[in-house]
């Protein structure tokens, strides 16, 4: 039977987020707008004068921080009423007027930071001293003059500027060649079907227990890749040598020190993330030859390293009743936590199901003065539990973060950003395999828990290693060719995923497809985050009072002071090996437990 797709009219309003909270009509939203503009329009009369004095300095700070404010506002509203249901073109009308206003907000805006970067140590000092309201943004302006020894002259900068198109331009081809260019060929399905291969459904056919599927899968998406590798390869290496000019003219040692200072990362940290990794790759190992074995494969190729273990456990779960499991599940958090959590079922702040038009995928929103509105496609299956908590922890980031901070500091940065999403879908987990009776459930859990730290970790430090790689073969003068390179990521491959394998040799274009290597240093966060969140949700679901309050700390810190010293003041030392070696030997013991059900009768 075919089941239709309901039109947004058709779900029930409790189904769906209340975006009223926000703005209660299309027409308050324009009133606002039309603020925003004015207050825009006003801002430039800062210009020059923005170090003149500290009352000048604070009123600037004050008047960017309102305006930001307004922006994010209206921005929520239209991104949102935009997503749930992307065929109005009114939603569209209102979402594009918003862009293009922020546009034109940066350029209005776009001295301030040049300025307020020529402020000097003891001018600051002398500021803070006279001014006690400015000392709120003392964090904020000693995070700026981090930045003074990168800064150059305003003509040098100019120039920097000026050639970002030219700097920029082997990742937009990369994002051309990959989202438009490339053409897959087809391949047969598990019905027979002659279907088309593209980059949406090759994660659902890779991932096939036909393991016809999967080898068609495979060879048909890397072909393209292999008869565009000249093109991938200038690419990637282009981008590469615009990273060092950069880092370069900006007075960094390298690329990978300027990825970092952003967020004021030690670099310590990437390299602790890839060597406590490699300590553990025979956890890795000892998984894959547990995946040989329990699919019952003579032969174990690169292509099967996707399938599930266990094929999907076919149990439905209502809504209502994944919001209360999903509760039980967060108890350790406290009594406070949940009244907050609550807020997003009783308030509205959830769109739950699919409707005709709809965005796809999942989100949580973040503002400063609007709830943070989640987004679900949800199906009743154990996956999209699990998402639900992950979005929901999401929500709790930015809800105690813009509870507790002035506007400023409400945001959180892109390496705390998914410590707090998987701490709930961790306890979530931990808390199902407690209460777990059914052993095909169980191995559905443990075998989600087990994909996650092979995607997030050690996948994402493989990907982590080959950029270090390349890169400081580029910085060492030494040449970079498509053979290079491809060479480099086929070694990785079989350092990390062991002996159990037969390596197709079409894994080594995989670099090929991957657009975070055009972020620069990026993915090692992934692994970062999962540890970290293993490690808070590890000691709360055991009882440690002192984490569960840290944590709760954490959450409404935002940006108030930089992530590493915020994880550390939960006893979380990222420049270490211990977090990572603390998930990994969890991960190893889940892997042996695996073993043990799939010999049980």
Do not use: C
Request: proline share 2%; charged share 30%; no cysteine.
């Amino acid at each position: 039977m075919e089941i239709k797709i309901k039109e947004r009219s058709e779900v029930e309003d409790k189904y769906k987020w209340d975006l009223t909270i926000v703005y209660k009509s299309i027409e308050e939203w324009e009133k606002e707008f039309e603020i925003l503009k004015k207050k825009a329009y006003e801002f430039p009369n800062f210009k020059g004068k923005l170090l003149n004095d500290s009352t000048t300095l604070l009123k600037a700070l004050q008047k960017k921080d309102e305006i930001g404010r307004i922006f994010e506002k209206l921005s929520s509203y239209a991104m949102r009423k935009s997503d749930e249901d992307t065929r109005d073109n009114e939603n569209d009308r209102t979402k594009n007027k918003i862009i293009s206003l922020g546009v034109e907000i940066d350029e209005i805006t776009s001295f301030f930071e040049p300025e307020l970067i020529k402020l000097t140590v003891e001018q600051m000092s002398k500021f803070l001293d006279e001014n006690e309201t400015l000392r709120l943004y003392q964090h904020y302006l000693e995070n700026v003059l981090r930045f003074k020894e990168h800064t150059l002259s305003e003509n040098e900068e100019r120039i920097i500027a000026s050639a970002g198109q030219v700097l920029t331009s082997p990742s937009m081809i990369f994002s051309k060649l990959n989202d438009t260019d490339v053409k897959f060929g087809n391949i047969t399905d598990e019905n027979g079907n002659t279907v088309q291969l593209s980059k949406g459904n090759y994660s659902t056919y890779i991932r096939s227990h036909d393991r016809n599927v999967r080898k068609q899968a495979f060879e048909t998406l890397y072909k393209s890749y292999k008869d565009l590798k000249n093109t991938f390869t200038s690419t990637l290496i282009g981008d590469i040598k615009a990273n060092y000019f950069v880092s370069k003219n900006k007075r960094y040692d390298n690329p990978l020190q300027m990825s970092l200072f952003y967020n004021n990362i030690d670099v310590k940290v990437y390299e602790s993330v890839i060597n406590a990794v490699n300590k553990n790759l025979d956890k890795m190992h000892k998984y894959m030859d547990m995946k040989k074995e329990v699919l019952a494969l003579e032969e174990f190729h690169i292509y099967d390293v996707y399938v599930d273990l266990v094929e999907e456990y076919d149990v439905d779960y209502k809504y209502e009743d994944a919001v209360e499991l999903i509760f039980n599940a967060l108890e350790p958090l406290g009594g406070e936590y949940k009244e907050n959590a609550r807020k997003a079922f009783d308030q509205r702040w959830i769109d739950v199901y699919e409707n005709v038009g709809k965005r796809s995928g999942a989100y949580s929103s973040f503002g400063y003065d609007t709830p943070p509105f989640i987004l679900l496609n949800y199906n009743g299956k154990l996956d999209s539990v699990s998402t639900l908590a992950h979005e929901l922890g999401h929500a709790m980031h930015s809800y105690y973060a813009a509870r507790k901070q002035p506007y400023i500091y409400h945001n959180y940065s892109i390496f705390l950003a998914e410590i707090a999403s998987n701490v709930n879908e961790m306890l979530l987990n931990m808390y199902m395999l407690e209460h777990s009776s059914n052993k095909r459930e169980r191995m559905s859990l443990i075998n989600d828990f087990l994909e996650s730290v092979k995607g997030s970790i050690y996948r994402q430090t493989m990907f982590a290693e080959f950029e270090k790689i390349i890169y400081e073969m580029e910085g060492n003068n030494q040449i970079l060719t498509e053979e290079t390179l491809s060479n480099i990521y086929y070694e990785l491959n079989k350092k990390y995923y062991g002996n159990s394998l037969i390596y197709d040799d079409d894994i080594r274009y995989e670099w090929m497809r991957i657009p975070h290597f055009y972020y620069q240093f990026y993915v090692y966060q992934y692994a970062t985050g999962l540890a970290a969140a293993f490690y808070i949700a590890s000691e709360i679901f055991q009882g440690n009072e002192k984490m569960r309050e840290d944590y709760i700390d954490f959450l409404a810190s935002g940006s108030s002071k930089y992530p590493l010293e915020l994880l550390k003041k939960m006893g979380i030392d990222m420049t270490s090996e211990e977090p990572l070696n603390r998930i990994l030997n969890y991960f190893e013991e889940k892997v042996d437990e695996f073993i043990k059900l799939a010999k049980e009768n």
